[in-house]
C-alpha cells in the first residue's frame, strides 16, 4: 500500500509541474510616430535596406542584394555587437519593407525568431511611420535568467523602436 502511495504521490507531482511549466510565447511590439514631413522624405531617409545607420544604435551597417527579397545586412552595433538580418518583402510603392533576424548575440538583442516590417504612409500634411515586430525570447527554455526573458525582450525591442523612430522624425524634420 505504501508502495502504491508514493508512486501515486510521484505522479501527481509530476502532473503538477508539467502542467504549470511552459516555454516561450510569441510576442508582439507596434510602434507608430507622427513626422512632420512629406512620407517621400521619411521613405527616402530608411527606403535603402543596405543603410541602418538611421538607428541610433547602429554605427555601420555592410549589405549584399540592395532591396531584392533575399538581400541581407550586417547592422554593427555602437556596442560592438553585429546583427545579421535578411530582407524578405519590398514594396516601394507602398513605402515598406518587411524583414527577420538571422543571428544575434542575446546580449545584443535578447530575441530568437524575429521578424518585423516598417512603413511610411501619409497622414495630412506629414507621415506615420509604424514599425512592428513579432519574436520570443533569446532563451527557449522554462525558467529563463531574466537577461533573456519575455520582458527582457519586450523591453529591448520596444527600446529600438522608440529610439528608432524617434530619430527618425529628428532627420526627417530637418529636411
Not at 545586412?73 to 524583414?99: N, T
Not at 506629414?126 to 529563463?144: D, H, I, Q
Request: glycine share 8%.
Amino acid at each position: 500500500m505504501k508502495k502504491i502511495l508514493l508512486v501515486a504521490t510521484g505522479l501527481l507531482v509530476a502532473w503538477t509541474g508539467s502542467a504549470f511549466a511552459h516555454g516561450p510565447t510569441r510576442q508582439k511590439v507596434t510602434e507608430t510616430i507622427e513626422i512632420n514631413a512629406a512620407p517621400a522624405v521619411v521613405w527616402g531617409i530608411i527606403k535603402d535596406f543596405g543603410k541602418g545607420e538611421w538607428m541610433p544604435q547602429v554605427a555601420s551597417t555592410t549589405a549584399t542584394g540592395g532591396n531584392e527579397k533575399g538581400a541581407t545586412r550586417d547592422l554593427k552595433l555602437k556596442s560592438g555587437g553585429i546583427i545579421k538580418e535578411e530582407l524578405k518583402s519590398y514594396d516601394a510603392e507602398k513605402m515598406s519593407y518587411s524583414y527577420k533576424i538571422t543571428e544575434v548575440d542575446p546580449k545584443d538583442l535578447p530575441v530568437a525568431n524575429y521578424s518585423s516590417s516598417i512603413a511610411v504612409t501619409e497622414s495630412g500634411a506629414g507621415s506615420t511611420v509604424e514599425w512592428n515586430g513579432a519574436f520570443y525570447r533569446s532563451f527557449m527554455n522554462n525558467n529563463p535568467p531574466p537577461e533573456e526573458n519575455d520582458e527582457a525582450a519586450l523591453k529591448a525591442v520596444t527600446s529600438v523602436y522608440k529610439e528608432g523612430l524617434a530619430n527618425l522624425k529628428a532627420l526627417a524634420e530637418k529636411k
